[in-house]
Structure formats: structure tokens, C-alpha cells
């Protein structure tokens, strides 16, 4: 506590240019590597790198801020989690569910001329409710079971997956039975395109607010507060800040995965019109990476969002133009999420937190 | 009894990677750490065991898989010991940079289409008169070497950790750190030498994926064996006969499926490839509290000295 809250600012700027330093060598070196070693040309890969990705208008909307839709919401959907001390792997299933339901409602309700806002909201608001049912059931056996969330929303993970293989083989199967998908949903439930920005749609807009509203709720309101200080120490937090600890880590769980179930709602309305197996590419699962990159503030999610969907849209890129496989997106991810563990654990250095026990969570 | 030993023998077949990778579990849970990041050294593994056994055999494959486990239980132990990282962050992560290297490596070395490969596997081994027991010989003791290890494993563990000085100690860092560290333990090293393990029994548990089961590989061919081992872990009380236990009936559940199948049960197949997922949850629930964890599991490490 004896440094001046000047010092500890620079520090701070200083700890936030070290991990962008870190992330970008990560990167470079994971992405050379593997390129030499699979013996590709370094070079063909990072020009459809960035051709795929920020190198024209179009790949900048079509590609990159398609993809950066998605990955806000459930950047902020793991942010908010992780800042409770609740580690959401779930992401992934959490959307699957999310853009299951919204299948469902767009598909179900009887079309009128004036109907299609209204069926929009409905089919939303389906996949929110999902995908926070979703999470609630992991929400649940930590609460009552105390069992680790880590291991239970993994498993909801691939129980999503087989779900929605059964749906598409299934109940909502498109009407000739030819292909494992739903029908495509009524032209009129579309998310309506960005005027100018190719295939870019409303959904951007939609992410972009509830970004901006998460980003106020944890910095400046008393339900932020709370949702970091269970997240620092709860045992503190019970004690000293009286705060219900289960109820907090609940709602952040719930909130979560409302959140992500709400990204797969729009990627079916806004990118793939119709339910398939592979509807998200792990959107989820890198939601970790833009999450901790951005130090799990809601606010600092949008950048890594449209940094990540650049890297996704990059990827795609390379695997069509340089034959590189996609995969190398994944190993990125992870490099960067190992730069950001690294900063995180240099900057803590000499300062242990020993509240957490993260196997049996307290129930 | 002719579906009796089909079943046996799958059961068996299909419990003995888990029970490889949650020993490995078990190993480094009892030393308070917990490592998500299993699943990629299982994955890990698997791929291993794919380069080594194309370039030389079944023991250069289970050789490979060694290694692939021990890369990822290195990169866990440098980033858990050495710069103090959260583990369950830094598991995850080196989860996913298994599941991409693996797949970029074999897209790129074996073609995009991933051809049908043939490549040397571990026949089984039938132990002469056991073999020939009624019932179960066929099924219990017809099985690949790597099935013998793993039955001789269980009762070792057990007996290592409650009669021997090196198990105790493991047992007391899980505990209490830093009265080990008072009483002369090498903490750090035990722990070191236990993600090692680890890294191990994990690869080898993704060798005989590959190995003794499929005889080839598959992009993220582990599937969530690696997760469902942290779960068998504990299921069985952080016990060696316990995480047996555990690893059998999760192998029940999974033969149980080949069973319902032949016997024309109607329902979609997604439901039984849900079935393990689900016991894991269904087994949780039921398990957790039952058994007290190692007092210090999941607990961030103090810095190093």
C-alpha cells in the first residue's frame, strides 16, 4: 500500500503495454512455428491473413465484425462469470442452446405482415432464457452440490452438441429430410443488414449496447461491486462487505449464460438463418481468450472481440487461399491466453490470493 | 452368457484411458493441484502415439504418446510452479493449445482429408489359464498390455500412497504445504514430479485411444476423457480403489450403449452419446461432499522462495 496512486497508475499502463507485447509475440511465434513446422510459406499465410481479415471494407464488415458480434457477447457473457469467481467454460453450449430455442420460436410462430419485429424479440429473448437455464443448471449443482463448475458446464458442452445433432436429424429437420439442418427461417426474421457493410446486421448494434450497459453495471454500480469483491476473496465479502455470496455468484452465472444464449440467438438470425451442428466455430471457447485478454472488464471486451474475429475471419482465409489449416486460430488463442495468465501472474507477483478454492466450491 | 462377455470386454476396454488419466489426476489432485489441462495430454497422446507408432511400431507409439503427455504436463508445470498462473486458466488454455496443434500437425502431415490410416496396433494378449476362466476370462484377461498395467496400477497407487514415506508426503503437501515444507519435503519438487506423473499416465491413457482401441486418430479424438477423469476422481473419494470403482462403471455406461444397440432399444443415438456426459453430471451431484477433498486442492500457490 506504499506506492502513490500515481506509481501505481504507471504501473499499471506499464503491466498493460508488457501484456500486449507478450500477446503479440505469442502470436507470431506460435503462428511461425507451426507454419515452418507444417511447412507452409510464412509469408502466403499472413498476406490471406490479413487480406481475410482487415486488408479490404468488405473482409473488415463481411469477415471480421461478423465474427466480432458473436464473440462480444460471450466475451462479456465470460467476463462477468469469471469476475465472480465462477469459471463458465459452458460458453460454447450455453450459444448451441440459445440458437436452438431461437429455431424453435422463429419457426413456430405463425407469420402475419406485422408480426416479424415482434417474433424477433420473441426469439431473443428464447435464446437468452436458454442459454441462462443452461448455465443454471451447472449454476444449480455448484449451489447445492458444490460441485465445480469447470468440469459441469464442460459436460453441458458436449450434452448441447449431441442435442443439437438430435434436433437437426430430428423434430426441427428441414422439410425434405436431406440434410441435418432446420429449415431456413422466413426472410422477414432476418436481422436487417447494416446500409453499406455487406453481410453486417442489426446484431452488431445489439452486442454493441448490451457491452456498454454490462461494462456500466460492473464498474459503477453496487452489483458490480459485489460481483468483484465475491470474486476477489468471499470469504471477505460475507463477512466484511455482507454480501450473500450464493446469490451473487448465481445471478453472475445465470446473467452469463443468458448472455451467451443470446449470441447464438443472433448469429441464427443476423449469419446462418437455419440450425446446424457446426452454427458456431468455438465462439465459446475463444470467448475465454477475448475475455482475459481484455482483463474481464465488459468495456476493454469490445477491441479484443474485433481483434479475435479478425483472427477467425484471418483464418478462414488462410485455410482457403494458402491451405493452412484453420486449426491455427486455436493454437493462438491459446497462446494468447497463456500472455495474459503470465502478465496477470508477474503483476500479482508477491501478492497471494488465498481465499479461492476452486474444487469444491463452498456451498 | 454370450452378450455377458461382449459387454465385459468393452467395459473393460473402453474404463481402462480413464482409469490411466485419472490415476494421473489422482496423482496430482493428492498434491493439491488440480490440472484441466488433462484432456490435451490425453489428447496430446493420442497424437503422439499416432507419429511414433507410423514411424516404428506399437512401443515407439506408446513411446510418442509418453511424450505428447509429458510436453503438455511441462508447459502446466512451468506455467502452475514456475510463474504461480491460476491452474484452472492455465489448464484450460494448454487444453485448447493441444486440441489446435494437434489438429494443425495432422492436418498438415497426414492431409486435410485425414485418409483412412493404417498404422501398427497392440494385439491383445491372453494370459495362459486365466484366459480360460468361465465368464470373464475371455474378457478380463484377453486384453492388450497395456489393460495388465492398468490392474496392476490400482492396488500399487493404493498401496504406495497409505504405506510409503514418498506417498505420505504426497498426501501431506495436499494437506497442509506448509507444515511438508517444515517437516523437510521438497514441496515444490513433489509437485513437480507429480504433474510429470501426470503428464504420463495422461498421454498414455490417449496412446491407447489410438493404440489398443481405434487404431487410428481423430481430430479431438479425447472427446472429454480427460475431463470425465477429473470427475472419476472425484467420484472415488480421492482413492485409488475408489477412482477403479469410478472408471468401471463410467465404462459400464459407455459399453451399456453397444448393449442397448444390439438389442434394437429404439431411441436416438445422441441420447446414448450423451450418456457418459450425463452420468458425469448425475455422478457429481451425488458424490461430491460425500468424500473430504485434500484440504489444500485448487488453492493458488503461495510465491515462490
Known amino acids: ?363 | 452368457m454370450d452378450a455377458l462377455t461382449p459387454f465385459l470386454a468393452a467395459t473393460v476396454r473402453t474404463s481402462v484411458p480413464l482409469a490411466l488419466a485419472a490415476f494421473g489426476e489422482l496423482l496430482l489432485e493428492r498434491v493439491g493441484l488440480i490440472n484441466i489441462g488433462l484432456e490435451g495430454a490425453v489428447l496430446a497422446g493420442a497424437f503422439g502415439a499416432l507419429v511414433g507408432a507410423s514411424a516404428g511400431g506399437v512401443v515407439l507409439g506408446y513411446g510418442g504418446a509418453v511424450m505428447g503427455g509429458v510436453l503438455i504436463a511441462v508447459l502446466f508445470g512451468a506455467f502452475v510452479l514456475w510463474l504461480r498462473a491460476d491452474q484452472i486458466i492455465a489448464g484450460t488454455a494448454l487444453t485448447l493449445l493441444s486440441i489446435g496443434t494437434t489438429g494443425t500437425l495432422y492436418r498438415s502431415w497426414y492431409g486435410s482429408a485425414g485418409a483412412a490410416l493404417g498404422i501398427p496396433t497392440s494385439a491383445p494378449f491372453a494370459i495362459p489359464g486365466l484366459s480360460r476362466l468361465p465368464l470373464i476370462g475371455a474378457a478380463v484377461f484377453t486384453q492388450p498390455p497395456i489393460t495388465y498395467l492398468t490392474y496392476v496400477l490400482a492396488p500399487l497407487l493404493a498401496w504406495w500412497f497409505a504405506r510409503t514415506h514418498a506417498g505420505l508426503a504426497l498426501r501431506a503437501i495436499g494437506e497442509r504445504p506448509d507444515a511438508a515444507a517444515a517437516a523437510g519435503i521438497h514441496v515444490d519438487r513433489v509437485r513437480a514430479l507429480a504433474i510429470l506423473a501426470n503428464g504420463v499416465l495422461g498421454g498414455l491413457a490417449g496412446g491407447t485411444l489410438v493404440l489398443a482401441q481405434a487404431g487410428t486418430f481423430a481430430e479431438g479424438m479425447s472427446a472429454g476423457r480427460g475431463f470425465i477423469a477429473i470427475a472419476i476422481v472425484v467420484l472415488g473419494g480421492w482413492s485409488a480403489w475408489g477412482v477403479t470403482a469410478g472408471a468401471l462403471l463410467f465404462g459400464a455406461a459407455s459399453a451399456l450403449q453397444y448393449a442397448f444397440q444390439a438389442m434394437g432399444w429404439r431411441a436416438p443415438y445422441q441420447v446414448f452419446l450423451a450418456i457418459p456426459y450425463l452420468l458425469t453430471l448425475a455422478a457429481l451431484a451425488g458424490a461430491v461432499g460425500r468424500a473430504r477433498p485434500p484440504a489444500f486442492l485448487g488453492r493458488s500457490l503461495p510465491p515462490r522462495r
Open chain 1, 1 to 363: 500500500m506504499s506506492a502513490t496512486p500515481r506509481r501505481r497508475r504507471t504501473r499499471l499502463v506499464l503491466s498493460q503495454i508488457a501484456l500486449a507485447a507478450l500477446a503479440l509475440v505469442a502470436i507470431v511465434a506460435a503462428t511461425a512455428f507451426l507454419l515452418l513446422v507444417g511447412g507452409y510459406s510464412v509469408r502466403d499465410g499472413l498476406v490471406a491473413l490479413w487480406s481475410g481479415s482487415l486488408g479490404s471494407w468488405y473482409a473488415i464488415t463481411s469477415a471480421t465484425l461478423v465474427r466480432a458480434v458473436p464473440l462480444l457477447c460471450t466475451g462479456v457473457a465470460v467476463a462477468i462469470a469469471f469476475r465472480a469467481g465462477v469459471f463458465n467454460i459452458g460458453a460454447e453450449g450455453q450459444l448451441l442452446v440459445g440458437a436452438a430455442a431461437a429455431t424453435a420460436v422463429s419457426l413456430a410462430t405463425p407469420l402475419v405482415a406485422w408480426s416479424g419485429g415482434v417474433t424477433i424479440i420473441l426469439a431473443l429473448a428464447a435464446a437468452a432464457v436458454a442459454g441462462g437455464l443452461w448455465a443454471g443448471v451447472a449454476a444449480v449443482l455448484r449451489a447445492r452440490f458444490g460441485v465445480l463448475e469447470v468440469i459441469s458446464t464442460i459436460m453441458l458442452n458436449f450434452v448441447a452438441v449431441h442435442f443439437v445433432s438430435y434436433l437437426v436429424r430430428g423434430p426441427v429437420q428441414e422439410p425434405t429430410h436431406a440434410y441435418p439442418q432446420s429449415a431456413t427461417i422466413a426472410e422477414s426474421l432476418h436481422l436487417p443488414r447494416l446500409p453499406g457493410a455487406g453481410r453486417l446486421h442489426a446484431g452488431l448494434l445489439l452486442a454493441i449496447a448490451i457491452t456498454a450497459v454490462s461494462g456500466w453495471v460492473v464498474r459503477r454500480t453496487a452489483a458490480g461491486f459485489r460481483l468483484m469483491a465475491v470474486g476477489e476473496n468471499p470469504d471477505a465479502a460475507a463477512s466484511a462487505g455482507q454480501i450473500d455470496v450464493g446469490r451473487t455468484t448465481t445471478r453472475a452465472f445465470l446473467a452469463s449464460g443468458a448472455l451467451a444464449g443470446l449470441a447464438g440467438g443472433i448469429e441464427l438470425l443476423g449469419v446462418t438463418f437455419a440450425l446446424y451442428e457446426n452454427l458456431s466455430p468455438g465462439y465459446g471457447f475463444t470467448a475465454i481468450a477475448v475475455a482475459l485478454l481484455a482483463g474481464l472488464d465488459p468495456w476493454r471486451v469490445l477491441p479484443t472481440a474485433v481483434l479475435f474475429g479478425a483472427l477467425e475471419a484471418g483464418a478462414g482465409a488462410m485455410q482457403r487461399d494458402a491451405g493452412i489449416p484453420s486449426t491455427l486460430v486455436t493454437v493462438i488463442e491459446a497462446a494468447l491466453i497463456l500472455a495474459a495468465v503470465t502478465v496477470q501472474a508477474l503483476r500479482l507477483g508477491r501478492r497471494p490470493n488465498p481465499g479461492r478454492a476452486s474444487i469444491a466450491a463452498e456451498p
